[in-house]
Protein backbone atom coordinates (compact mmCIF):
# COMPACT_ATOMS: atom_id res chain seq x y z
CA UNK A 1 0.00 0.00 0.00
CA UNK A 2 1.05 3.47 -1.24
CA UNK A 3 0.06 6.21 0.69
CA UNK A 4 -1.24 8.13 -2.11
CA UNK A 5 -2.60 11.47 -0.39
CA UNK A 6 1.41 12.24 0.40
CA UNK A 7 2.04 12.36 -3.65
CA UNK A 8 3.99 9.71 -5.57
CA UNK A 9 6.12 7.61 -3.04
CA UNK A 10 8.10 4.49 -3.49
CA UNK A 11 8.31 1.93 -0.33
CA UNK A 12 11.98 1.47 0.58
CA UNK A 13 11.02 -1.20 3.32
CA UNK A 14 7.76 -3.00 4.53
CA UNK A 15 6.20 -2.89 8.32
CA UNK A 16 7.65 -6.68 8.32
CA UNK A 17 10.93 -5.54 7.25
CA UNK A 18 10.87 -2.41 9.96
CA UNK A 19 9.47 -4.92 12.85
CA UNK A 20 12.52 -6.94 12.05
CA UNK A 21 14.65 -3.95 12.51
CA UNK A 22 13.39 -3.64 15.75
CA UNK A 23 13.83 -7.11 17.03
CA UNK A 24 17.51 -7.24 15.72
CA UNK A 25 17.77 -3.88 17.56
CA UNK A 26 16.09 -5.31 20.60
CA UNK A 27 18.09 -8.06 21.04
CA UNK A 28 21.26 -5.97 21.08
CA UNK A 29 19.48 -3.84 23.65
CA UNK A 30 18.50 -6.44 26.16
CA UNK A 31 22.23 -7.66 25.60
CA UNK A 32 23.80 -4.26 26.52
CA UNK A 33 21.57 -2.79 28.96
CA UNK A 34 20.32 -6.21 31.05
CA UNK A 35 23.77 -6.97 32.92
CA UNK A 36 22.97 -2.86 33.84
CA UNK A 37 19.87 -2.88 35.28
CA UNK A 38 21.18 -4.70 38.82
CA UNK A 39 23.24 -1.54 39.16
CA UNK A 40 21.00 1.36 38.01
CA UNK A 41 17.66 2.33 36.72
CA UNK A 42 17.25 2.32 32.78
CA UNK A 43 15.21 5.17 31.27
CA UNK A 44 14.11 4.81 27.78
CA UNK A 45 13.00 8.58 26.65
CA UNK A 46 11.24 8.48 23.54
CA UNK A 47 11.65 11.73 21.10
CA UNK A 48 8.06 12.59 20.19
CA UNK A 49 6.36 12.76 18.34
CA UNK A 50 8.45 10.14 15.58
CA UNK A 51 9.87 7.93 17.78
CA UNK A 52 6.29 6.92 19.41
CA UNK A 53 5.79 3.70 16.54
CA UNK A 54 9.08 2.35 17.18
CA UNK A 55 9.16 2.96 20.62
CA UNK A 56 5.62 0.84 20.81
CA UNK A 57 6.98 -2.02 19.13
CA UNK A 58 10.61 -1.92 20.50
CA UNK A 59 9.31 -2.07 24.32
CA UNK A 60 7.46 -5.25 24.57
CA UNK A 61 10.63 -6.69 23.36
CA UNK A 62 12.64 -5.31 26.07
CA UNK A 63 13.05 -7.84 28.85
CA UNK A 64 14.18 -6.21 31.74
CA UNK A 65 12.70 -3.21 33.77
CA UNK A 66 12.76 -0.14 32.59
CA UNK A 67 11.16 3.47 33.12
CA UNK A 68 9.61 5.17 30.25
CA UNK A 69 9.81 8.58 29.72
CA UNK A 70 9.18 11.12 26.89
CA UNK A 71 10.60 14.24 25.29
CA UNK A 72 9.57 16.84 22.66
CA UNK A 73 11.63 19.58 21.14
CA UNK A 74 12.25 21.16 18.11
CA UNK A 75 15.29 23.83 17.05
CA UNK A 76 15.09 27.01 16.39
CA UNK A 77 16.73 26.85 12.76
CA UNK A 78 18.96 25.54 11.20
CA UNK A 79 22.02 27.48 12.70
CA UNK A 80 21.08 26.69 15.82
CA UNK A 81 23.83 24.90 18.00
CA UNK A 82 23.78 22.25 20.52
CA UNK A 83 22.43 23.71 23.72
CA UNK A 84 19.47 26.09 22.07
CA UNK A 85 16.85 23.41 21.72
CA UNK A 86 12.99 24.61 21.96
CA UNK A 87 11.60 21.59 24.88
CA UNK A 88 8.35 21.41 24.05
CA UNK A 89 8.16 18.86 26.54
CA UNK A 90 11.12 18.26 29.30
CA UNK A 91 11.36 14.80 30.82
CA UNK A 92 9.75 13.83 33.80
CA UNK A 93 12.09 10.81 35.38
CA UNK A 94 14.89 11.52 37.19
CA UNK A 95 17.87 10.58 34.89
CA UNK A 96 20.23 11.25 37.78
CA UNK A 97 22.76 7.92 37.60
CA UNK A 98 20.30 6.34 35.23
CA UNK A 99 21.58 4.34 32.14
CA UNK A 100 19.39 6.64 29.49
CA UNK A 101 18.52 5.09 26.56
CA UNK A 102 17.44 7.45 23.47
CA UNK A 103 15.02 6.43 20.97
CA UNK A 104 14.38 8.60 17.86
CA UNK A 105 13.14 7.72 14.61
CA UNK A 106 15.79 8.82 12.15
CA UNK A 107 19.65 10.21 12.46
CA UNK A 108 19.23 12.73 9.45
CA UNK A 109 21.85 15.50 11.01
CA UNK A 110 22.06 14.96 13.76
CA UNK A 111 21.51 17.99 15.66
CA UNK A 112 19.06 17.43 17.76
CA UNK A 113 20.05 13.98 18.89
CA UNK A 114 23.27 15.43 19.83
CA UNK A 115 21.82 18.24 21.63
CA UNK A 116 19.68 15.18 23.93
CA UNK A 117 22.78 13.54 24.69
CA UNK A 118 24.54 16.43 25.95
CA UNK A 119 21.21 17.14 28.33
CA UNK A 120 21.01 13.66 29.88
CA UNK A 121 24.80 13.99 30.74
CA UNK A 122 24.54 17.22 31.93
CA UNK A 123 21.43 16.36 34.06
CA UNK A 124 23.72 13.54 35.64
CA UNK A 125 22.74 10.26 33.42
CA UNK A 126 25.36 7.43 33.84
CA UNK A 127 25.23 6.51 30.56
CA UNK A 128 23.52 7.69 27.72
CA UNK A 129 22.92 5.19 24.80
CA UNK A 130 21.09 6.07 21.22
CA UNK A 131 19.40 3.83 19.21
CA UNK A 132 17.02 5.32 15.87
CA UNK A 133 14.66 3.53 13.37
CA UNK A 134 16.97 4.71 10.07
CA UNK A 135 19.53 6.39 9.53
CA UNK A 136 20.16 8.28 6.95
CA UNK A 137 23.13 7.84 4.29
CA UNK A 138 24.28 11.55 4.03
CA UNK A 139 27.42 13.26 5.10
CA UNK A 140 27.34 15.28 8.88
CA UNK A 141 28.77 18.10 10.09
CA UNK A 142 29.35 16.42 13.52
CA UNK A 143 29.98 12.86 13.86
CA UNK A 144 26.77 11.41 15.57
CA UNK A 145 27.42 8.30 17.86
CA UNK A 146 24.39 6.14 18.04
CA UNK A 147 24.62 2.60 19.67
CA UNK A 148 21.77 0.87 17.73
CA UNK A 149 20.74 1.36 13.86
CA UNK A 150 17.59 -0.51 12.16
CA UNK A 151 17.77 0.28 8.36
CA UNK A 152 19.57 2.83 6.60
CA UNK A 153 18.39 4.82 4.02
CA UNK A 154 19.16 6.86 1.13
CA UNK A 155 19.56 10.74 1.65
CA UNK A 156 15.98 11.31 0.51
CA UNK A 157 12.80 12.57 2.08
CA UNK A 158 11.29 9.39 4.21
CA UNK A 159 7.96 9.38 5.89
CA UNK A 160 6.20 5.67 7.62
CA UNK A 161 6.42 4.24 10.60
CA UNK A 162 6.00 7.15 12.99
CA UNK A 163 7.95 9.87 9.76
CA UNK A 164 5.95 12.82 9.01
CA UNK A 165 5.95 14.29 5.09
CA UNK A 166 4.59 17.79 5.74
CA UNK A 167 2.34 16.31 9.03
CA UNK A 168 1.10 13.51 7.63
CA UNK A 169 1.78 9.92 7.01
CA UNK A 170 3.27 8.48 10.38
CA UNK A 171 0.71 6.00 10.09
CA UNK A 172 2.14 4.76 6.94
CA UNK A 173 2.56 0.75 7.01
CA UNK A 174 6.66 0.58 6.28
CA UNK A 175 9.18 3.43 5.45
CA UNK A 176 8.41 5.07 1.86
CA UNK A 177 10.83 7.55 0.36
CA UNK A 178 8.48 10.77 -1.48
CA UNK A 179 9.18 11.29 -5.53
CA UNK A 180 10.14 14.59 -6.33
CA UNK A 181 8.02 15.43 -8.78
CA UNK A 182 10.76 18.19 -9.94
CA UNK A 183 13.54 15.92 -9.67
CA UNK A 184 15.98 15.44 -12.72
CA UNK A 185 18.01 12.48 -13.86
P1 LIG B 1 18.27 16.84 12.89
O1 LIG B 1 18.90 15.48 13.04
O2 LIG B 1 18.50 17.72 14.06
O3 LIG B 1 18.65 17.44 11.59
O4 LIG B 1 16.70 16.67 12.85
C1 LIG B 1 16.18 15.39 12.80
C2 LIG B 1 14.68 15.46 12.86
O5 LIG B 1 14.15 15.98 11.63
C3 LIG B 1 14.15 14.05 12.99
O6 LIG B 1 13.97 13.69 14.34
C4 LIG B 1 12.86 14.11 12.22
O7 LIG B 1 11.83 14.53 13.07
C5 LIG B 1 13.10 15.16 11.16
N1 LIG B 1 13.49 14.56 9.88
C6 LIG B 1 14.70 14.56 9.29
N2 LIG B 1 14.68 13.91 8.12
C7 LIG B 1 13.41 13.48 7.95
C8 LIG B 1 12.76 12.71 6.91
O8 LIG B 1 13.32 12.28 5.88
N3 LIG B 1 11.45 12.45 7.12
C9 LIG B 1 10.77 12.89 8.20
N4 LIG B 1 11.33 13.58 9.20
C10 LIG B 1 12.65 13.88 9.07
MG1 LIG C 1 12.13 13.75 15.38
Redesign the pocket.
Known sequence: MTPSHLGPAEQLFSAEAVQAAIQRMAVAINADLEPLVPHRPVVVMT?LS?AIVVVGQLLPLLHFPLHLDCVQVS?YGDKTRGGDLLWRLTPREPILDATVLLV??????????LALQDYCREQGAAAVHTAVMVR?ERPRAREVPVDYVGLEVPDR???GYG???RGLGRNAPGIFALIEEDAHG
Open positions: VGRDDILDEGITLKFVFLDA
